[in-house]
């Protein structure tokens, strides 16, 4: 499967721990975004990189919240000190700069439930 | 916040088209509409775009009038693997805002045997 693969796809936690998500892109595809979608609602955009830079941060992503690309490739989503209104599912797409039609590619999403 | 407006709801028959309406009317002249899907428990799946002129593609065709003020989504022989959740989208082309997209709450399209 060349698709968008986020891992763990569900995390449940207690209130306070640490939780990090894990996203792989398509291979050739050098933009990767983070969205965050709660119940009832559309996606929100939380951030996005090009290649490991990270060129945009939605307000949404508060100080707890850091993102990271290390080497251009992968990306980890990491929420400290978790809260339960952090609760939701959080989808990670990609697209191509080279061949970008504005289709973002996402993947399945990584469901988060903090108790 | 989202720039579109969509009905919350939206029933066809299987085997019917299925025409999703959208009002953008604040569209810019360097503003697309997107079009995306989200099937329960999956993340959202590209369906189509256009600037201005009417759009077909494998899975639908998007019609956009005139003014762009509005759009219609057109699935033309809806299935039942055609339930979702629709989202329309309006995206600028390039400069700063390129890299997002902004989801509104969408259409929940049923199609029903």
């Known amino acids: 499967d060349t698709g968008v693969s986020q891992d763990p796809r569900h995390k449940i936690t207690k209130r306070g721990q640490n939780v990090t998500f894990r996203c792989d892109p398509i291979?050739?595809?050098?933009?990767l975004y983070w969205y965050r979608q709660t119940l009832g609602q559309g996606p929100e955009f939380l951030t996005y990189?090009?290649?490991?830079?990270?060129?945009?941060k939605s307000r949404l992503l508060s100080d707890r919240f850091s993102a990271e690309r290390p080497k251009g490739s992968f990306s980890t989503l990491e929420i400290q000190r978790t809260e339960q209104g952090d609760s939701a599912m959080y989808l990670c797409?990609?697209?191509?700069?080279?061949?970008?039609?504005?289709?973002?590619?996402f993947g399945e999403g990584s469901r988060l439930t903090v108790l | 916040d989202a720039k579109t407006t969509q009905p919350p709801s939206m029933d066809c028959a299987e085997g019917r088209a299925a025409n999703l309406p959208c009002n953008h009317s604040?569209?810019?002249?360097?503003?697309?509409v997107y079009w995306y899907r989200q099937i329960h428990s999956q993340g959202p799946q590209y369906i189509i775009h256009?600037?201005?002129n009417n759009e077909t593609n494998e899975m639908a065709s998007l019609i956009i009038t005139e003014d762009r003020k509005s759009s219609t989504l057109i699935l033309p022989h809806a299935t039942l693997r055609d339930t979702a959740v629709y989202y329309c989208?309006?995206?600028?082309?390039?400069?700063?805002?390129?890299?997002?997209?902004?989801f509104g709450k969408g259409t929940m399209l049923l199609v029903s045997p």
């Open positions: 797409a990609s697209s191509s700069r080279w061949t970008d039609t504005g289709e973002l590619f």
């Open positions: 291979s050739e595809h050098n933009r």
């Open positions: 990189f090009q290649n490991e830079a990270q060129l945009e």
């Open positions: 604040t569209i810019s002249g360097n503003e697309y």
């Open positions: 256009g600037l201005k």
């Open positions: 989208i309006v995206r600028v082309a390039g400069g700063p805002g390129y890299s997002t997209l902004t």
